[in-house]
């Protein structure tokens, strides 16, 4: 399935680690800020992949576990004075109950029933989070989470040092992602997206793997949604909202489902025109209605689908 | 006695409301296999041309029929350039409906502006009926009625014409439908057409009690998809169900529990969804 | 000889001259960041355009310096607010900022604004703007929801309220107004509060449960697209006639009330923008912007425009030196401007103070509906005493 040689895949890794520790040295703070935020919504694309491109499995409610770690992290972090250590797991910790406990109702469908009972139990998160005032600051959030404390009278204070500490933790995850989808338990994933009454004549628990599927996802997201919270330093229901699951999903599905690099670049490019296009054009929303229809017609597969595509032609039959 | 008439009233009116919303959703659904993001669109789209028939002929009935036409008209055009070129593709197709959701929200944002407008009733249902004190708005009544034409008409022409077979044909097999000569190509745009029809016709005859605003296309849109799921999608009669559910179900728990009104559309429907998950009248 | 040394002097006049305008020339940049696309962008677009208007009005020259509007989309979006904001901050490097109007977008911008020292001068009617996130560089120049919900059971009692309903959004304006409502009226006599999400599509079974012998009439806290939805809902059930509808701040702000319903006509409202004010101030205000955007201006648009005129005053006040903040919000929170609707200032938290007026919705004389300005409070504060 993969054409890369091994020789080929290091060099392109050594150039990726190379520009990355470059980076924080070229960009101003600005830029190097906009560039973690890609990273993380790269890293919530990835984690929505293994659902999607991976197990068949479209989830329309993927915000629910990005919010809730989010929210987990932002307040002991702010109330109990929590250090990263400890806030992180927590909210990593929430995400995966959560999707553990969503994925007992929701994997009982499939589909568009599943897309939708995955909307409607994020929903019901976010319900939670606009109304429990008390806890959450209702529609306003939580502002003024701490920066990120990693011992003891040590925070990481300025954008160069978060973003290395974003980017090694976005970076490791990725490769765990990698990993768990060339396994064979990534074989099985892909053997249920392509078939499950096989799979299932096959002996499979497949309930199993995709429940396993889903609080990995799940799982992932919460890494996402945390590091968002250390990185905007507030968190708001608008985390958890439909529209951000939705994005989330569009990014997916732009950049090409079942890669894992396809929907990191989609989420890479729709967080660009999000926030340098709108400078330009007041009309950037229309902007983007077009990209997604014209890569919807010429790029079916999304736009690594069009690139692989591209290469075979290239190459000849 | 008379808060359970008065509140059932409600309820039944915005299901009613729902359902209008909604069949035409599950319509496509149920032939095409088509997730259309769009619908909300064509609701606001909808009530936007019915609202400038309106304003320029004065009649509710032309604005009515010129703006569900005009949007069925555009949905001709989609299904003919767009959709017919991604058959079956469920995720280039959502990615396609959801871009077209947002140049059409951009269009309408910058033909009519974004403040909210809010249609006209007819001349014959702007009172209120005052029955034994109660006060019930005429139009909510109306609305009733109307809904449960729409469901005779649907069903009169899913179970009682020929078209009505040829769709039932094509719900269950394409392939054979189409060896059976059914000219199904044609079929898909006239039930597009149609879907799109019947949610520009929420949108000017729900324009009275909901309002035409930026915004409307994916509440609506929502509230669509709620209802058609807990019916069922691809069913008529699960539309109707789910849309009278979700307006008694949304109506009483705003009254009676009414700190858990965030929660009154979504937590009866992944209830019903864990229990039956293809919804109430959905097929495996 | 002497011809040599006049062209030497006018040289270095020349270049002295080259210097000194150069440095003085450096424009002032202002970034303005409001909702321009997503469903509040109908409010968001045209206050940005009002503001447009204020530094125009000055020909963009003020204190001899050039300004430089810096424009940006939050989208409503609290962390698309807060990027945008980083972008003007620091990849524009603007002087100061006059910006938004979405309450949750405010909360997540204060803090950052509060530790880059960029003065703010918000929009946003967020009342812990002035309270816990309290800040020597961020300014409210808007009525805070504990100052418009005070002001508006001012006027009601004024009318003869004494038993009320209020039907407010389940989000900060519709629960500070309560509060509000709560120390007006004393708690008991605020029949029920219901508090219906913000977006909801049908009121009809609150409305249903509201019983017109019980009170004296009703306050509806909620604006944009929810506004006319229940005015027309209220209507149809027809409780108008029996007990009248108050809205809360911009309920009936003037560029809604185009395209409210027509049943609208008696709706009761109170707050700092009235469009039918005869002052010569405003006046200016309406033609300037009729003239420029084909609309009549309301609330939103005020808000805009008054923010603007209160920075330019300021900027005058300290003769263009935006570079020294601490000397920049020092004269802006003691500006007074005289504006469309009388004096204006800011209060010791930088809050804003101004005139109010209460509002009714009347038939104006071509037929279209417009709010009359009824009785005037004068200067009202936001009441700290009350809510700390």
Known sequence: MKTTSPARMALFLAVAAALALILPYVLTPYYLGLVVKMMIFALFAMSLDLLIGFTGMASLGHAAYFGLSAYVTGLTALTLGWNVWLALPAGLMASAVAAGLFGLLALRTRGSYFLMITLALSQLMWGIAFGWRSLTGGDDGLPDVPRPRLWQGYSLTDGVSFYFFAFGLIALSGWLLYRITASPFGQCLRGIRESETRMLALGYDIWRYKFTAFVLGGLFAGLAGSLYVYYNRFVSPDYIHVARSAEVLLMVILGGAGTLIGPAVGAAIIVALENVISAYTERWVMLLGFVYVIVALFAPNGLTGLIESLRKKRAGP | MMFWVLQSLNGISYGMLLFLLASGLSLIYGLMKILNLTHGSFYLLGGYVGLAVLHLTKSFILAVLLGSLAIALLGVVMERFLLRRLHLQEMPQTLLTFGLLFIFSDLAMLIWGGNPQTVPKPELFRHSLDIGGMVYPSYRLFIIGFGLFVAAVLWWVQEGTRIGAMVRAGVDNEEIARALGINVSLLFTLVFAFGAFLAALGGVMGGPIVGVYPGADFEVLLLGFVVVIIGGLGSLRGALVGGLIVGLLDNFGKVLFPEFALFTIFAPMALILAVRPTGLFGKE | ?388
């Open chain 3, 1 to 388: 000889m002497q011809s040599m040394r006049l062209m030497a002097t006018l040289g270095v006049a020349a270049f002295a001259s080259l210097i000194q305008p150069a440095q003085a020339q450096e424009p002032i940049r202002i970034g303005v960041m409001f909702p321009i696309t997503g469903p509040i962008s109908a409010q968001g677009r045209p206050e940005r355009d009002a503001i447009k208007q204020a530094f125009e009005e000055e020909n963009n020259i003020i204190a001899g310096r050039k300004v430089e509007l810096l424009y940006e989309d939050s989208a409503g979006r609290p962390d698309t607010g807060l990027t945008k904001v980083k972008a003007l901050v620091e990849r524009n490097n603007v002087h100061l900022l006059v910006s938004e109007l979405v309450s949750a977008v405010g909360a997540a911008v204060a803090p950052y604004v509060n530790e880059q020292k960029i003065p703010w001068v918000s929009t946003v009617a967020l009342a812990s703007l002035t309270r816990e996130m309290k800040s020597p560089y961020i300014f409210r120049y808007v009525p805070s929801s504990y100052q418009y919900a005070t002001a508006a059971a001012e006027s009601a009692k004024k009318l003869g309220w004494k038993k009320v309903y209020l039907i407010g959004w389940n989000a900060p304006p519709g629960r500070e107004t309560h509060e509000a409502l709560k120390k007006a009226f004393g708690p008991e006599n605020v029949i029920d509060a219901m508090f219906p999400n913000v977006g909801t599509s049908d009121y009809a079974p609150y409305i249903s449960k509201m019983d017109p012998s019980k009170a004296d009439g009703v306050f509806a806290a909620m604006w944009g697209a929810d506004a006319p939805r229940i005015t027309q809902q209220y209507v149809e059930y027809g409780l108008s006639k029996k007990m009248p509808l108050f809205g809360i701040a911009s309920f009936t702000s003037e560029e809604l009330l185009g395209d409210m319903p027509p049943e609208s006509e008696g709706l009761l409202s109170s707050y700092t923008y009235c469009g039918t004010l005869d002052t010569p101030e405003n006046k200016a205000f309406v033609e300037g912007y009729k003239s420029r955007y084909k609309e009549l201006p309301g609330s939103y648009q005020y808000m805009g425009y008054m923010a603007a005129k209160m920075v330019i005053q300021a900027i005058k006040d300290v003769n263009g030196k935006v570079e020294d903040r601490q000397a920049f919000t020092n004269a802006l929170s003691k500006v007074q401007v005289k504006g469309p609707m009388g004096m204006t200032s800011f209060d010791e938290n930088r809050g804003m103070v101004g005139d109010f007026y209460a509002l009714k919705v009347v038939k104006g004389p071509d037929g279209r509906l417009q709010n009359s300005c009824g009785e005037r409070i004068p200067q009202v504060k936001d009441p700290y005493h009350l809510f700390p």
